[in-house]
């Protein structure tokens, strides 16, 4: 049984550019919640989706950040015009019914 | 302001001894404590859940605790692989099922 299945571990943009993150979580898990993780930083929610829904996006900027969990395929985070700012570890977590999440490896965005 | 305060922010034990790591919590009514274990370059390994104040869990040397304000880690007799950084989280009732995370206690074993 995999875990929950982040892509692409390391992300390199150059400002101005988008991030696209990847996430397929466990199997049988129909939840998932997105993080964020800034140096020196706890853990911070971003949003979190059921298949074809935003449930609680109020962890999300306003602006620059989107997020889908389309019926078939993984869940994407994407970010338009990155800034340095942007730069952080982004955590993909599932459960199969919103307790506890099982997180993945994360994808480390790098903004150049 | 639902909120999670770890400490300390780093601990250095000697193997074999033991130690504590305190979670300390204020939210408008707890639906769960988590405790996760994070390496360096990896994400948070789930350890232990924990529902109402009284209730106790083992995995191997760690044990959790929960009272109705604080959440305690004990590490019974610490090996150099339990070096990492320890992360405590709470799910409030009021904040959906998102998960609200401290800042983590990183612990360094030396043999």
């Known amino acids: 049984n995999a875990g929950v299945m982040q892509n692409p571990r390391h992300l390199v943009r150059r400002r101005g550019q988008e991030a696209r993150l990847r996430c397929s979580p466990m199997?049988?898990?129909?939840?998932v919640y997105w993080y964020r993780q800034l140096p020196e930083e706890g853990l911070k929610f971003m949003v979190y989706l059921q298949k074809e829904n935003i449930i609680d996006e109020s962890g999300m900027p306003k602006e620059r950040f989107s997020a889908e969990f389309p019926k078939e395929g993984p869940s994407i985070l994407r970010i338009q015009q990155v800034v340095r700012g942007d730069s952080a570890a982004y955590f993909c977590?599932?459960?199969?019914?919103?307790?506890?999440?099982?997180f993945g490896q994360g994808t480390r965005l790098t903004v150049v | 302001e639902d909120q999670v305060t770890q400490s300390p922010e780093a601990l250095r034990l000697q193997e074999g001894e033991s130690s504590s790591l305190n979670c300390s919590y204020t939210v408008s009514g707890l639906r769960g404590l988590f405790w996760y274990r994070q390496d360096p370059g990896k994400g948070p390994e789930f350890l232990f859940t924990l529902y109402s104040a009284g209730e106790e869990k083992e995995k191997e040397r760690l044990k959790a605790t929960l009272t109705k304000k604080e959440s305690f880690l004990h590490i019974t007799a610490p090996k150099p692989e339990d070096s990492a950084t320890y992360l405590c989280a709470v799910q409030a009732n009021q904040a959906g099922t998102a998960l609200i995370f401290g800042k983590g206690t990183t612990l360094s074993v030396s043999s």
């Open positions: 199997k049988g898990h129909s939840h």
């Open positions: 977590a599932s459960s199969p019914e919103g307790t506890a999440a099982f």
